[in-house]
């Protein structure tokens, strides 16, 4: 069984249906799932980075200034 974990944070409260030009953060562990991945770099994250994320292992990106963070929580 694969789990997706992403999470994406806007400035203010949005329509699910607006998100996308109003997200300001992103959060990702490793996806599999291609709609997944198409989401998450439709938002501006690197599909082939989230994608190779190894297990525990997470990216974060803040939209507006471009800053990218990797990290792991186990």
């Known amino acids: 069984m694969a789990w997706s974990c992403s999470l994406a944070a806007a400035a203010e409260?949005?329509?699910?249906?607006?998100?996308?030009?109003?997200?300001t953060e992103l959060v990702s562990f490793q996806l599999l799932e291609p709609s997944a991945l198409d989401r998450m770099e439709a938002l501006g994250a690197d599909r082939a980075v989230v994608a190779a994320l190894p297990k525990g292992w997470f990216i974060s990106y803040n939209v507006d200034s471009g800053a990218e963070k990797k990290g792991r929580v186990f």
Do not use: A, S
């Open 13 to 23: 409260p949005v329509e699910w249906g607006d998100y996308q030009r109003k997200v």
